[in-house]
């Protein structure tokens, strides 16, 4: 059923890692993006951008250079065209294959009083772990600029690290992010059920948090809900074919639900094939909006609202 917008995401996520493991990381430096600046400067590059919705969060975003796609636009500059859009909350998503991503997303959450930080290893990334790694995530997650841990989780998809080894990093961080009393930002593909069983096994249920991305059904989505799992919709959400998707945007209850891009990957329509940055959220607010009955507006307060609860240190009022 929903083959095409998989097939499409997976040539998304690999050719990422491809160019991601040419470049590699370059020096962190904390983000100061001038909105006025930035916005008057020549942005030929970059798609147009989506009639502003005043009051949105996006709740997962990735700005650090070894995420970014070929031609990307600085991420200082997508922070400020999200702004324009109204954006005016950025969950900031560091993880890769060791602790530099997880420093850079800390960085860019203390320079950006609408930034928050989340910081952990995702699972492709598992079979890297090492001490020395988990010890220095371990000391950024304790942040007050990190809001959750994440995203960790399973990837039987594409299998980057050994089953086991998925499993075994995905408790740690799970017992990391209960020791600190944060929640966890959830990454899994086609590994769902067992997700969750690790989940329930190792109590996540005190902290709960959120099933980032959310590709899967209605039964999952029940018993993420019931262990304290908020659902957060991506771009996914408005491609045609993903109707058990809409399905779950219909049903989930108002206050568990959130917003994200997952940028720079999976562009909503009708930015398709473009570069996804996080003023993009805004069309996938509309879509769960339509798909709920609800106005836009509406739904910006709802989410927002959510994601304030679930993630400490967003700015109580968005910057519109
Ligand atoms: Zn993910
Ligand atoms: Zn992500």
């Known amino acids: 059923m929903a083959r095409v917008w998989y097939e499409r995401r997976a040539e998304c996520i690999g050719a990422c890692r491809v160019a991601a493991r040419a470049t590699d990381s370059r020096p962190i430096t904390p983000l100061r993006p001038s909105n006025v600046e930035l916005l008057a400067g020549p942005l030929v590059s970059t798609p147009p951008l989506p009639p502003a919705l005043p009051g949105l969060v996006d709740t997962h975003c990735h700005l650090d250079a070894k995420y970014a796609h070929k031609g990307q636009p600085a991420a200082g500059e997508v922070l400020a065209r999200a702004r324009a859009c109204g954006v005016g909350g950025f969950v900031v998503i560091g993880v890769g294959e060791d602790a530099a991503e997880a420093r850079a997303a800390v960085a860019t959450a203390h320079a950006e009083p609408d930034c928050v930080a989340a910081v952990g290893v995702h699972p492709h990334d598992a079979q890297h772990v090492n001490d020395a790694i988990f010890a220095e995530i371990a000391g950024l997650a304790a942040d007050p600029k990190v809001a959750a841990v994440g995203e960790i989780g399973l990837d039987f998809h594409y299998d980057h690290s050994p089953r086991d080894v998925q499993r075994a990093v995905f408790r ?47 039964p999952f989505a029940r018993r993420a809900l019931d262990l304290g799992f908020d659902l957060s919709f991506s771009g996914i959400v408005t491609f ?64 927002t609202t959510n994601a304030r609860r679930r993630f400490a240190g967003l700015p109580a009022a968005p910057q519109a």
């Open 172 to 218: 740690r961080f799970v017992g990391l992010a209960k020791a600190l009393g944060k929640p966890i930002v959830i990454h899994t593909r086609e590994a769902g059920q067992e997700a969750l069983a690790i989940l329930e096994e190792e109590g996540a249920r005190d902290v709960g948090g959120v099933i980032h991305c959310f590709s899967e059904d209605l």
């Open 240 to 303: 045609k074919p993903a109707t058990a998707i809409h399905e779950v945007a219909r049903f989930a209850p108002e206050d568990r639900i959130l917003v994200e891009t997952d940028a720079p990957y999976l562009a909503p329509v009708p930015m398709r094939g473009k570069t996804c940055e996080p003023a993009m959220v805004v069309y996938t607010a509309r879509r769960v909006a339509e798909l709920r009955g609800v106005a836009a507006e509406r739904l910006a307060e709802i989410t």
